[in-house]
């Protein structure tokens, strides 16, 4: 009921944005003789910041048609290496250039899309051989593609650095930290040969007890139970997943604007009065940031409570405790692996100190190959994507991937 509910809501918000929209353009046209007296650029406005409020959204492109390499302007068209029914690894080819090292970005399945690291793999272009994990939204996938949890996700990112080849390195934003490290623990065992150079988490809840913010408190505070009953709803007929039980994407947005609600709604009442006066460029700079924001995509329910088990609630990787197919996740098997972990100052998703447990953990893996770094004055999502990230993260990362290559 919950989702058809959401369905229902989207059709009747998809009109009424697009009347809305139609409105303000009539508004703020010039050939329009009401739109310079009384209240038509204001209300022209406030439509506008509505219609893009209530759009419906699909997945956005990368749109990253050109990078500089040493100086020069070179194409970049984007090639689909694996696919596999739940993501595909897609890599971003730089016409002309083989230089750089292998870089395979694994992107977060939390509700949004890999284009959320648009920024992330953009400044890295200009130096790496970029690979991204391109997660496809479960609503999508059909029930006879079978399941997808933990343990099936640890398995694709071994099977996609198998398809980069030996000598790559692995950057985990966020999410991925923990299955990443699970992923680097595994193959370290194996001895495979694709086992990646370095190891980056940037903002991961690798040990949740540390810094505990406001995520890791509702992950806890409830049983698991609850999650199961309560946030977990089944895709409806009208898409090629039905019948397929959820975490949906749309109460993953609902919890992260409802954390940062007052930031929002200041945000939404900036860009409305730069519309009033004219300031299209300020505008747009907000519906760029929200149109990314807002596309969401549901994750499957075993993965999602999975996680919620062993990355949140019984705190498994850094206790020791974690299995992967049934065999044990030992941090300790990771003895050439360079890890680097990366915390925002300011992160209120992974409290400081959850990401560097993660060189604790490595008992095994020796100092020199071992790094913490913390950008002052960022937020989560600053130590992958904007100035921070462009200026003081990523040369970081540059570095490490450099001494470590």
Known sequence: MLYNAYEIQKSMLAGASAMADF????LSNP????SYFGGGAVMGSALEVFAHAAAPRGKPEFGLDTTEVDGKTVAVSEEI??????GQLKRFVREGVETGPKLLIVAPMSGHYATLLRGTVERMLPVADVYITDWRDAKLVPLSDGKFDLDDYI???IEFLEAVGPGAHMLAVCQPSVPCYAAACVMSADKNPCRPKTLTMMGGPVDTREAPTSVNTLATERPHSWFSQNVIATIPAMHPGAGRKVYPGFLQLAGFMSMNLGSHMMSHYEMFKHLVVGEDLEAAATKRFYEEYRSVCDMTAEFYL??????FQDHSLPKGTMTHRGRPVDPGAITDIAILAIEGEKDDISGLGQTRAALTIATNLPDD???Y???EGAGHYGIFNGSKWRNKVAPVVEEWMKAHG
Do not use: H
């Open 155 to 157: 398995d694709y990112l």
């Open 81 to 86: 290496v694996a696919r596999k029914p739940f």
């Open 31 to 34: 050939s329009n003789p009401f």
């Open 306 to 311: 999975q996680t919620i088990d062993v990355v």
């Open 369 to 371: 190959k071992k790094r």
């Open 373 to 375: 770094y913390m950008a």
């Open 23 to 26: 409105s303000a353009g009539w």
